[in-house]
């Protein structure tokens, strides 16, 4: 029946493998959680899809209408920046044009309006 009175240097010995595995297991936690988390991880921009609602009655023509009118809204805003781009001066009109093209390049999901 020594585990009910047992000698200093067995306490002692538990204590420090008690102790140890403790500090051990905290230890392993945050570790873990550190190497989980990427560094310098920030959250992507949500994608905001808007959808235009149309009544259930809409028909084909009007569907063709809405798109004939919403590509002409954009070569009209697309005319209106060539226009502006011709009116800078050299260097500044250089890198306009490149954005201007790189935007028109762009697919339409991926164009800021």
């Given at each position: 029946m020594s585990f009910l009175a047992p000698s200093p240097a067995e306490v002692r010995r538990r204590r420090i493998l008690v102790g140890g595995g403790s500090v051990f297991a905290t230890v392993a936690i945050a570790a873990a959680f550190f190497a989980g988390r990427p560094a310098n991880y920030m959250r992507p921009d949500p994608v905001i899809i808007f959808v235009d609602s149309?009544?259930?009655?809409?028909?084909r023509e009007d569907a063709l209408e809405t798109r004939a009118s919403d590509k002409a809204q954009l070569e009209a805003k697309l005319a209106e920046s060539r226009a502006y781009i011709a009116t800078l001066p050299p260097e500044k009109r250089k890198l306009a044009q490149a954005e201007y093209d790189r935007y028109v390049a762009a697919s339409p999901k991926d164009r800021i309006s």
């Open positions: 149309w009544s259930a009655k809409r028909d």
